[in-house]
């Protein structure tokens, strides 16, 4: 009788547990879909946001061209000044017919992204090495104060006298203005590190350039990814007063040239040539960064 109700009382528990299991499993199912539908709904109103976004972005853009276009022929800006969009696509496309256009946006393009990479290569690697020495960092860190505060453009000039009136002095403008910012930005960060993972690192017997490979420098790609976005503009600023100073080609001298016969429609033009090519680079590093960050993640 007694190992009747034992067996009884036995099964019972067993099939508590099995209803219990039962049910949490059921709640944890209907947590997990309640979680994607607010997820899902998230994304499908994160969507239409970009959305609008996009669609005001392009409108305010169109307003702007169109109430340019209506002020230039209705005389309410003196045109041979100001232009206007028509005049503008008209003369680039002259230049696309003749084949000139190409050449001079491929010379700036050049220019600009071979600033850019040796700019922030070369920043990022004087950051490691004076965090690397102490005693260096120390000893440059007023130089770096008073270089970072010079007049970049105000080089331009010494430059092509030390270095000829081509490619090398508007690459050396450019660097003038990225190696500094990127050491600065870079160092910072590396100074900034969490100083418990560099203890981590140490207890179990590494050495500085351990610390800095394991845990700074990782630490620091967004740093150094955020400094890239900042060089794109800082790369087309040199390269442009570059080719003002020196060059008979790129983006720059169409610039100068506009401005020195009177062709302010040329100069309007490569204006927004500049800008165009700089934001997709802008969007290229952009990309990059989405890249590195989500696989650091």
């Known amino acids: ?93 002259a230049k696309v017919a003749d084949g000139s256009l190409f050449l001079h946006i491929w010379v700036t393009v050049l220019e600009t992204i071979a600033g850019f990479l040796l700019g922030t290569l070369l920043g990022t690697a004087f950051a490691a090495l004076i965090w690397l020495s102490p005693f260096l960092s120390r000893v440059l860190d007023p130089y770096l104060v008073v270089a970072n505060s010079l007049p970049k453009v105000a080089l331009g000039p010494l430059f092509i006298v030390a270095l000829g009136p081509g490619l090398l002095s508007i690459i050396a403008t450019t660097l003038s203005i990225t190696v500094i910012i990127t050491i600065l930005n870079v160092y910072t960060s590396f100074r900034e590190v969490d100083p418990n993972q560099q203890k981590v690192i ?61 062709n302010f429609t040329l100069v309007i033009g490569s204006v927004f040539i500049i800008a165009i090519a700089a934001t997709l680079m802008y969007q290229g590093v952009a990309y990059l960064e989405g890249k590195l960050i989500g696989k650091r993640d």
């Open 202 to 262: 140490r207890l179990f017997g590494g050495n500085r350039r351990a610390v800095f490979m394991k845990a700074v420098l990782p630490a620091s790609y967004p740093t150094i990814v955020s400094t890239l976005k900042v060089n794109v503009g800082l790369s087309w600023v040199g390269v442009i007063v570059g080719e003002f100073l020196v060059s008979k080609e790129g983006l720059g001298y169409l610039i100068i040239y506009g401005f020195q016969v009177f």
């Open 1 to 93: 009788m007694d190992k009747r109700f034992m067996e009884e009382e036995r099964r019972k528990h067993e099939s508590g547990e099995a209803e219990t299991i039962g049910a949490a499993a059921a709640a944890s199912g209907v947590g997990d879909r309640l979680a994607e539908a607010v997820f899902a709904d998230f994304r499908r109103k994160e969507r239409r946001m970009s959305l609008w976004v996009r669609i005001t972005q392009i409108v305010l853009l169109v307003i702007f061209f169109a109430v340019w276009e209506i002020a230039a022929r209705m005389q309410w800006i003196d045109g041979l000044l100001f232009s206007s969009p028509n005049r503008i696509i008209q003369l680039l496309y």
